[in-house]
């Protein structure tokens, strides 16, 4: 799947590509240019699916930052 | 076909450059001891020495072979036809910078931008693939980026290649603007740290199997908040310097510049200290850090574009996105990033490349700047995807689950960042 994602992501490119050629019309071209992005943001969507490691566990993640040998935030 | 001209410059400006863009090393710095910071101690010798080498392989690999295809002085550059338009796609530059010294002052500049642009890049993904990446993969990925990505991007946005000519071509704005290594620096480093992140995996026991993911805090906050000061000085130099060499801006427009820079990490810092505040109680110095560099990313795409109000603006989106991007890309997506640089320079460099367009005056410049992003998404992200990949076969990234159980500094160097710390008696008092 993570590579699908990334052969999505040139697609989309080159739709942006294909609107600065075909639409001289500035709204045509920046909605279309716009649809172009929106694959290839589909397309990074799926791919970082394809990388996320799978999970068994019982309950989602806390999140935690702050600083090594510190009180984390939870 | 048009060769391309870079903006004229007075000798005011040509004498301003040089000593902006020796202080905009600082950034490089900054990034440096933010990004050991970040990691954990027994990884920090590793990290600096790292840092160290892969700038120096990448200097070198890009003044022999990508300086060649960044060029946009030379000649009109190598060109196809489509469609009926010119596609400039690489440069036509002297091998290994043959005859640099009687070259132009302001191409010596628009080199040596471009070279502290590449060692900053290269820095972006180390953050990220710190206490598993290797050392020798690390290198490995500079020397790709500074030989197969960063000069081809450098070319299309600063070498006068077909993204800088999109207005011309295209009547969209004055063309693709990056004026402070927004896209050329951040979004190329962001996009390679997300590959590194994907390629290299998580550190060993960050998302265990069952139950919740693992705190693994940086190591030394000290750092990484000296290292966000550091930063604000190189960054102000950058931008500055950036807008003269590749805006053409006037020596009288760069306080203005300064200013903006400023006033978007200022903004940025407020809104991550704010959100931070309210989601954990009280603010994460570590987030904030990162939500200060978000905003000084911003500002490299946008602030010698836009007014004060909108650089405030601006700094604080990135702001309030960054902690949030974060937390997702850890909780949802289970991606293993320490420095933050995936949200940091990529959402934040994505965010003010888009920023620029949005507040530009010239009608077009959206587009030209939204083509820009759907290069670097489309085109550069699976690029370097790919190249690592492939490199990954050649010279894996991660290190073995020893090494990275006793810690890269000692696996990779055989000794650590910090000396043993002995108590020991002052005979003085007696």
Redesign the interface.
């Known amino acids: 799947m993570k590579y699908a994602g990334l052969l999505v992501m040139p697609a989309g490119f080159f739709l942006s590509i294909a609107a600065i050629l075909l639409f001289p019309e500035p709204t045509f071209r920046a909605a279309f240019v716009v649809c172009g992005v929106a694959v290839e943001a589909m397309g990074l969507g799926v791919a970082i699916r394809g990388h996320m490691a799978p999970k068994t566990g019982r309950h989602g993640h806390a999140f935690v930052r702050g600083i090594e040998g510190g009180e984390p935030h939870a | 076909m048009i060769a391309f001209s870079a903006p004229p410059l007075g000798e005011v400006s040509l004498a301003l450059a040089l000593p902006l863009l020796l202080l905009a090393s600082l950034a490089i710095a900054g990034v440096a001891l933010v990004n050991a910071g970040l990691g954990?101690?027994r990884s920090a010798a590793q990290s600096m020495l790292g840092s160290l080498a892969m700038i120096s392989i990448a200097v070198i690999v890009f003044a022999l072979v990508g300086a060649t295809i960044a060029d946009g002085a030379a000649g009109p550059g190598h060109v196809f036809h489509?469609?009926g338009?010119p596609w400039n796609w690489a440069g036509t530059g002297p091998i290994a910078l043959n005859g640099l010294a009687l070259s132009p002052m302001r191409s010596q500049l628009a080199l040596l931008f471009e070279f502290l642009a590449l060692a900053l890049a290269v820095l972006i993904p180390w953050g990220s693939g710190a206490d598993r990446w290797r050392l020798s993969a690390g290198i490995a990925s500079a020397a790709v980026l500074a030989a197969l990505v960063f000069p081809f991007v450098s070319h299309w946005i600063w070498g006068g290649g077909w993204l800088a000519q999109?207005g011309l071509n295209?009547s969209?704005g004055s063309g693709f603007l990056d004026v402070g290594g927004a896209a050329t620096v951040h979004v190329l480093g962001g996009f390679s740290a997300l590959a590194v992140v994907?390629i290299a995996?998580?550190r060993r026991g960050k998302?265990?199997?069952?139950?919740?993911?693992t705190?693994?805090?940086?190591?030394?906050?000290v750092y990484i908040l000296f290292g966000c000061l550091i930063a604000l000085v190189g960054w102000l130099a950058w931008n500055m310097a950036g807008a003269l060499l590749w805006l053409g801006a006037a020596p009288s427009a760069l306080p203005s510049t300064a200013i903006n820079t400023l006033l978007s990490a200022a903004a940025a810092l407020a809104a991550t200290f704010t959100v931070?505040r309210i989601r954990?109680?009280?603010p994460?110095?570590?987030?904030c850090a990162n939500g200060w560099l978000a905003g000084l990313v911003t500002s490299s795409a946008c602030a010698s574009l836009v007014s004060p109000p909108t650089a405030i603006f601006t700094g604080l989106v990135a702001g309030i996105a960054m902690p949030l991007l974060?937390?997702f890309l850890?909780?949802a997506?289970?991606?293993d990033d320490p420095s933050g640089a995936v949200s940091v320079h990529a959402a934040g460099g994505l965010w003010g490349l888009i920023a620029a367009g949005i507040f530009a005056p010239q009608?077009?410049q959206?587009?030209a700047q939204?083509?820009g992003?759907?290069?670097l998404?489309?085109?550069v992200?699976?690029l370097i995807?790919?190249l690592f990949a492939l490199l990954n076969r050649v010279v894996p990234f991660r290190v073995d689950p020893d090494g990275e159980r006793i810690g890269m500094d000692l696996h990779e160097l055989g000794g650590g960042a910090y000396p043993e710390f002995v108590v020991h008696r002052d005979d003085s008092y007696h």
Not at chain 2, 207 to 213: A, M, N, Q, T, V
Not at chain 2, 284 to 287: H, R, T, V
């Open positions: 954990r101690s489509f469609s338009k999109l295209f969209l994907w995996g998580p998302f265990p199997k069952e139950g919740l993911s705190a693994m805090p940086g190591h030394n906050a931070t954990f109680g009280k994460d110095a570590s987030l974060v937390e850890e909780l997506v289970s991606i009608p077009g959206f587009t939204l083509i992003v759907a290069t998404l489309g085109l992200l699976p995807y790919l």
